[in-house]
């Protein structure tokens, strides 16, 4: 009888060690570029694939962060699975775990600008800020915002002087940022951010755009995607599996009529903006919803370049996990 019950607690534990979670937790952003988790998170689309694939009553708890360094920290410390965060973010945290934690792209989500804009007339470019101006971004030397910032530093000034506006950033979610600045008092002289907040904010008398993210870039790139680590991928593959699923949907379901998902976003962030407003927005030939990487190289390459990353990936593909690895990338 010893013998059987030895056999069975060991039977057991492998069962148990090869099971998958049970709870999934994801993290996203603020602003339009997450729709697809809000819809995600809105409609239970995880928790349906997730019972299409046999994995029972799956469920998934999501929280809302300022930017990637806290997005970084969170995967790192385990208390989330799944984050959205900025190409810098994910070059820096592929660069930081590479050989252990062994962090990668799974998807990217969409292609968006960025607009630094101001409240003062003054300001022209990017030349014309000062030591007493101070630029709201969501995360110091980590967001896209910051890097994109840097980049067009580094054309004005001069490789050498790409840090010149770092001493000026803040760091701020974008709803704060669009207060801070459109309360025409304190500190913050301009925000650099994302949509909706950039195009609610020209929206306002005496704001205007100081620069466009993609002028820096030299065009379209990603401005989002879902990273993880090798640990969880590997042990919860039919999670992983639909949690891709339900990404599919949601893009999908945007493309296919965005005047809903423009409707969807205004009713799940309970924002009071004009549908037609948003749905300008979604029109906008900027914003692009896809799960195809772009320009993820220019962005690895500038930061290894400068130093903030201390590796250079191959190519693009070494920072996504095989699935995305298909795709047409960049």
Do not use: C
Request: net charge neutral; hydrophobic share 45%.
């Amino acid at each position: 009888m010893k013998i059987i019950a030895v056999i069975v607690t060991a039977l057991l534990a492998a069962s148990s060690a090869h099971a998958e979670t049970t709870e999934l937790r994801v993290a996203k952003q603020y602003g339009l570029g997450y729709l697809q988790m809000m819809l995600m998170e809105d409609q239970h689309l995880i928790e349906k694939e997730a019972a299409k694939a046999g994995l029972g009553d799956l469920k998934v708890t999501w929280a809302t962060f300022r930017s990637s360094d806290v997005m970084n920290d969170a995967l790192i410390s385990g208390s989330v699975d799944l984050v959205a965060l900025g190409p810098a973010g994910l070059a820096t945290i592929w660069a930081k775990t590479r050989g252990n934690l062994d962090v990668r792209g799974v998807s990217a989500m969409n292609a968006q600008p960025n607009f630094l804009n101001t409240r003062k007339p003054e300001i022209a470019s990017i030349r014309d800020f000062t030591d007493k101006d101070r630029i709201a971004l969501p995360a110091v030397k980590v967001a896209m915002q910051a890097l994109a910032l840097e980049m067009a530093a580094a054309q004005a000034f001069g490789p050498g002087n790409y840090a010149k506006l770092d001493s000026l950033t803040v760091s701020m979610a974008h709803p704060d940022g669009m207060t801070a600045l459109l309360s025409g008092a304190g500190e913050i002289t301009a925000h650099y951010t994302s949509a909706p907040y950039q195009y609610l904010e020209l929206k306002r008398p005496g704001i205007h755009k100081v620069l466009d993210s993609y002028e820096a870039m030299g065009g379209p790139y990603t401005f989002n995607v879902i990273s993880t680590t090798a640990k969880f991928r590997t042990a919860n593959p039919k999670v992983y599996a639909a949690f891709l699923a339900a990404l599919r949907a949601a893009t999908d379901q945007i493309n296919r009529d965005k005047p809903a998902a423009a409707a969807a976003y205004l009713r799940i962030a309970n924002d009071k903006s004009p549908l037609a407003d948003f749905v300008a927005m979604m029109n906008d030939p900027q914003i692009e919803f896809t799960l195809v990487p772009k320009r993820l190289m220019a962005v690895a390459e500038f930061m290894h370049q400068v130093g903030t990353i201390k590796v250079r990936p191959g190519s693009w593909k070494d920072l996504f996990f095989d699935e995305a690895q298909s795709l047409p990338g960049s």
